[in-house]
């Protein structure tokens, strides 16, 4: 089983539409969560951290649910610039150094 | 901007030939991740710096690769003896001071091996 598992892309929706992305890791003894975004090409970059309460940035709303080792990303209202491949991303410790395991991303093509 | 650099940013190269890339992280970052990207997969993990010492090497790292920080400022990533196999996009990371914080990447160095 592979680290970090994400949906099977891509995802194509109209504008306006919401998407939600799922993600699940395999390393219990994960600690910080990530969504990154990539669009074409160019390096990832940070969209939003993952919280276990929950948290929301505008359009952009991050889930996490430990006992299922489960995170999702949902975007609401989408926009053309929201295409890009998602990033799922977890760090395994708390403390010191560890790697970032990333998924293999969910591609998402908004259309006009 | 980052402020992670990354070079070049794109190299073509021969089966056979050995290259080498750069990074220079953010300055007041003390650690470094080198990770590689092959089309449709997610950056995978290749090592890691912290200072100027390799702490963790993944078992992608082969014997034709090798890595160094000298002085503990930039980086460079060496590939001996290169296969088609080795194209990738080669991207450097430097994480923020404090253990949990993202990583900011450099805008990587796409190989092509021909």
């Known amino acids: 089983r592979k680290e970090v598992e994400q949906d099977p892309g891509p995802f194509n929706v109209p504008e306006g539409a919401t998407v939600a992305f799922n993600c699940t890791y395999s390393?219990?003894?994960?600690?910080?969560f990530f969504w990154y975004r990539q669009d074409c090409r160019k390096e990832p970059k940070l969209l939003m951290s993952?919280?276990?309460s929950g948290n929301e940035d505008g359009r952009f709303t991050a889930q996490l649910n430990r006992a299922s080792q489960y995170i999702s990303l949902l975007i609401r209202d989408s926009k053309l610039s929201d295409s890009a491949t998602y990033l799922c991303?977890?760090?395994?410790?708390?403390?010191?150094?560890?790697?970032?395991?990333f998924g293999k991303g969910t591609m998402l093509l908004v259309s006009p | 901007d980052t402020g992670v650099s990354q070079n070049p940013r794109h190299k073509i190269t021969k089966r056979g030939q050995n290259v080498t890339f750069r990074c220079d992280p953010i300055?007041?970052?003390?650690?470094l991740y080198w990770y590689r990207q092959t089309l449709g997969q997610g950056p995978e993990f290749l090592t890691y710096?912290?200072?100027?010492?390799?702490?963790?090497k993944s078992r992608l790292l082969s014997d034709r690769f090798s890595a160094e920080r000298p002085k503990g400022s930039f980086s460079t990533l060496e590939i001996q003896r290169t296969e088609q196999g080795d194209s990738a996009m080669y991207l450097c990371a430097s994480p923020g001071v404090e253990a949990n914080t993202e990583a900011f990447f450099g805008q990587g160095t796409r190989l092509t091996v021909v």
């Open positions: 300055s007041e970052h003390n650690r």
């Open positions: 390393n219990s003894a994960s600690q910080s």
């Open positions: 710096f912290q200072n100027e010492a390799q702490l963790e």
């Open positions: 993952v919280y276990s």
């Open positions: 991303v977890v760090r395994p410790l708390s403390g010191g150094y560890s790697t970032l395991t």
